[in-house]
């Protein structure tokens, strides 16, 4: 690995870039560069790993046991692409992606990066992008006031910096990685008081038929493992149909609903999570079509059997390209990378298929268990667009549940992207990653149609702010000078 | 609910803001319409532009156009029951050498002397009233006073929905393939079948030299991507919108206080697929000059750019009025990036045009016939 720390160290063009440092990143980067193709991995992040293995390199948690053997795996693959010949830039952001205008012929695009306060341009002829998964946005009534945030946040900050929440913790929602962090974080000493399930009673019914599959797969130990560790020791709150954050300027208590029966629950932190889905902002940005994954709920890119988008040269793999798991994102990884080598002419399409083939085949088993728990954990409508008027859909704009469904209605509104014009939602720094799900899903509930028919907001570049002052300031390379000459 | 027309006085060809605005007029003046839109009204330019509701600095064949629009402007809430955010806080062209400030004059001067009062040359001093961040060294500028901005989405949907409440049938997602002349009726087909009036408006914005073309009346359109962005919030530090006689800058700050550039730089328009590239090199050199004339915007992020795909004739004119070739013709595109702000008053005069024959509003100078005529 050749680590890349200031922005005039990049060379003018890679043959590959790969974005984002989570198992799929690393080890594409990895796959690539040990076939012989000129790589550079950039991520925002001070260190390899991305959400799963964050901090892995450099994590403050000494005791193995509280993170588990499987966050653990992780050290193996960054100790990999260590040994390859790469190019890793952490720190970086890459905040946007383009046809690359001056090449003569072939896939080619122009990237703009950003590393310490300076940005530049420079190619690339293959990209894979591997940004990973987001949590699904779960607003409920309170969910603004401090003292509540996602599951995912206070693993973040328990992985780079060992803080565990304080006080009396509520853990909410549905899906693996809550029962992960409930086990998590009370092995690390939190104060559990409740795991409240939402998981809708019906889907067990909808998830059986994926049973057989599950219980020869992977996540079955795994899952119950997690289950029976969080279930044995923590108070353990099943069928909750209805959440809200109580509290006078900082939170209180949880309202909690399960059917008819109404509990309040006093607390100080209070950690939302309802399941990941593919953090899709930058393959939407940079043109790659998406279609809605009915059974996952949400919008995954389209692409072919080597992790190929719509837009050729561009290649999307980890839970980005759906959400499949650590395991799988580091396989889907590096058939992306055989994708792009071959495309590169390194390799024939023989020798990929070749390579491929046994990456292929553990992949299928890696992911055999995947529809039992897409059904099991689907969100309940109630969770994915909140019935009470006044909750907060929109952070950046504080933009309330109310609004868009009236906007949809009255003034006839049937996409996200005229909704911005009216309400501003999705205009915020965020750029709709926390209120996109949601106001779809408004939308569709108000004017009965389907997610798929509502569409999702079209991402407008730069992905990742930048400053006026590195944008004035852009290095203008030779070549590009020479192109805008001519 | 019945079905559908498909036959009425008067077929318009786009969605955007002329379309809208000619459709919602003509069907005030009792004629039925129908509007046959490819995507969703207000997709593309009307919908995407930087909102500059401007009369400073137009070409003086637009002026009469752009008048009866500005007064439509500042009463647009009882137009279309919806202010479009409409607000005029004035723009501004800042003058930066002694040399611009009289080439400022001149103009003054001149549209004084052809009976056209909106824009006031003003000195050093009211230029650093109203835009206190400016440099000391520019010597003053010029103002339009009723000028201001508005919410060019929220705009368009408000002229199609109220169109539609008066009786216009607005088919969203209906794309022209083809028009033809039957008789005296034209006959527009389409992916969901043909529409017959015998009165047909060319609104089609970046893809109207087709439908001209079609017509036999070619005309050289260019497709352009004029590009913005946009920063985060800043503390309120300017209120009219302001461009630059000598730079190629546009600049306004929102009540919310995020601040939208623009300058004209165009990226590459892929109208075929709806959609654009941006250039980032072309944007850096319009970050560049906000740098120079701002250093308060230095450190502040950049959180989106865009592009929209519009219509650039090469006098940067629209072609607006009767076709030269058939009775029942009517041209309203090629509004060269500056086409927002005459949506409301170019839609009454086309629906004026279109009912009675003629208007006395003078849109001489904009007619097709100068592309598609020789020079005698
Ligand atoms: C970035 C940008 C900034 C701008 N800033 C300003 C500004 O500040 N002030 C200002 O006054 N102007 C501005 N403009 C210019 C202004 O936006 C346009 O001049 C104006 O919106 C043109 O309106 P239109 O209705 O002619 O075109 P459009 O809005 O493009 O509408 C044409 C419609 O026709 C439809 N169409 C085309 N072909 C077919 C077909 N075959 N069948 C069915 N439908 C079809 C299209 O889908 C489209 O919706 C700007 C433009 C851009 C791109």
């Known amino acids: ?486 | 609910m019945s079905a559908a027309p498909t036959s009425a006085d008067v077929i318009v060809i786009g969605g955007g803001i002329h379309g809208c605005s000619t459709a919602l007029h003509c069907a005030l003046r009792g004629a039925s319409v129908i509007l046959l839109e490819k995507d969703h009204a207000g997709r593309h330019a009307s919908g995407v532009n930087a909102g500059g509701v401007r009369q400073l600095a137009r070409h003086v064949a637009e002026i009469p156009l752009s008048n009866v629009s500005m007064a439509l402007w500042h009463r647009i809430g009882e137009l279309v029951d919806d202010d479009c955010g409409f607000t005029s806080d004035g723009q501004v062209l800042v003058a930066e050498t002694e040399e611009d400030l009289a080439n400022c004059k001149a103009r003054v001067d001149d549209l004084t002397l052809r009976g056209f009062h909106h824009e006031e040359l003003i000195d050093g001093k009211e230029l650093r009233r109203l835009v206190p961040a400016v440099s000391e060294s520019c010597p003053g500028g010029v103002i339009s006073r009723r000028d201001g901005a508005a919410i060019p989405l929220r705009a368009t949907q408000a002229f199609k929905r109220k169109a539609q409440e008066q009786g216009a049938s607005i088919r969203e997602g209906v794309r022209v393939e083809k028009v033809s002349r039957d008789g005296k009726t034209w006959r527009v087909a389409t992916n969901v079948g043909d529409f017959l009036a015998p009165r047909l408006v060319n609104a089609a914005g970046a893809w109207a030299d087709r439908i001209a073309a079609d017509l036999g009346e070619p005309v050289p359109l260019e497709v352009i991507a004029p590009m913005l962005m946009i920063t985060a919030p800043l503390p309120a530090f300017i209120k009219p919108v302001v461009i630059m006689v000598r730079r190629k800058l546009s600049f306004k700050q929102f009540g919310n206080g995020t601040v939208l550039i623009g300058g004209g730089y165009s990226g590459r328009a892929l109208r075929d697929e709806n959609r654009t590239v941006l250039d980032w090199r072309k944007l850096a050199t319009n970050a560049g000059t906000v740098w120079d004339l701002f250093p308060l915007m230095r450190g502040v992020p950049i959180v989106r750019a865009w592009a929209g795909i519009e219509a650039r004739m090469p006098d940067d004119l629209p072609v607006f009025g009767p076709s030269a070739r058939y009775e029942g013709l009517y041209h309203q595109f090629g509004f060269s990036a500056h086409g927002f702000q005459l949506g409301p008053g170019a839609g009454a005069v086309m629906a004026e045009i279109i009912a009675t024959g003629r208007s006395n509003v003078p849109i001489d100078g904009l007619g097709i016939a100068r592309f598609t005529q020789q020079a005698p």
């Open chain 1, 1 to 486: 690995m050749k680590a890349v720390t200031a922005i005039d160290q990049f060379e003018e063009s890679y043959d590959l870039v790969v974005v984002g440092a989570g198992p799929a990143g690393l080890s594409a980067a990895a796959r690539a560069a040990e076939l012989g193709i000129g790589v550079l991995l950039v991520d925002e992040n001070p260190a390899p790993g991305g959400q799963i293995y964050r901090a892995i390199t450099t994590t403050p948690v000494g005791d193995r046991e509280v993170l588990g053997a499987d966050y653990w795996r992780g050290a193996e693959i960054v100790a990999r692409f260590e040994r390859a010949q790469a190019g890793y830039a952490a720190r970086c952001t890459l905040w946007s992606i383009g046809p690359d205008e001056t090449a003569a012929e072939g896939e080619a695009f122009e990237i703009g990066l950003s590393l310490d306060g300076r940005a530049r341009l420079i190619g690339a002829r293959q990209l894979i992008l591997t940004t990973g998964a987001q949590e699904r946005p779960f607003p409920i009534p309170g969910w603004t006031l401090p003292g509540v945030m996602t599951a995912g946040a206070a693993q973040i900050a328990l992985k780079s910096a060992a803080i565990v929440p304080a006080g009396r913790t509520v853990l909410a929602g549905c899906g693996p990685l809550l029962y992960l962090l409930a086990g998590q974080l009370a092995a690390a000493g939190a104060e559990i008081v409740a795991v409240l399930d939402t998981t809708p009673r019906g889907n067990w019914l909808k998830a059986a038929g994926a049973l057989p599959n599950f219980l020869r797969s992977p996540y079955l130990a795994k899952g119950l493992r997690l289950m029976a560790k969080a279930r044995r020791s923590l108070r353990f709150v099943g069928g909750v149909t209805g959440l809200a954050a109580e509290g006078e300027g900082r939170l209180a208590s949880a309202r909690v609903a399960r059917g008819d029966a109404a509990e309040i629950i006093a607390c100080d932190t209070l950690l939302l999570h309802q399941g990941v889905i593919p953090s899709v902002n930058l393959s939407n940005a940079a043109g790659c079509a998406h279609d809605f994954d009915e059974a996952q709920h949400c919008w995954v890119p389209r692409l072919d059997n080597w992790f190929g988008s719509s837009v050729p040269g561009i290649a999307i793999a980890g839970d980005g390209a759906g959400i499949g798991g650590a395991e799988s994102a580091a396989l889907r990884g590096e058939i992306a990378a055989l994708g792009a080598v071959r495309r590169l002419g390194q390799i024939d399409l023989a020798e990929g298929d070749r390579q491929a083939a046994p990456l292929r085949s553990e992949l299928e088993r890696a992911l055999r268990g995947r529809r039992f728990l897409d059904l099991l954990y689907k969100p309940a409508p109630q969770f994915l667009a909140p019935p009470q008027d006044e909750t907060i859909i929109c952070r950046c704009e504080e933009v309330t549940a109310g609004q868009v469904r009236d906007t949809a209605t009255r003034l006839g509104v049937t996409g996200p992207n005229q909704m911005k014009a009216f309400l501003r939602c999705g205009m915020g720094p965020c750029q709709g990653r926390l209120c996109g799900p949601t106001v779809v899903e408004l939308i569709a509930q108000a004017n009965g149609t389907t997610p798929a028919e509502v569409g999702y907001y079209r991402l407008r570049p730069p992905v990742k702010p930048v400053t006026l002052a590195e944008l004035a300031a852009l290095q203008q390379t030779e070549a590009a000078v020479k192109a805008v000459v001519r």
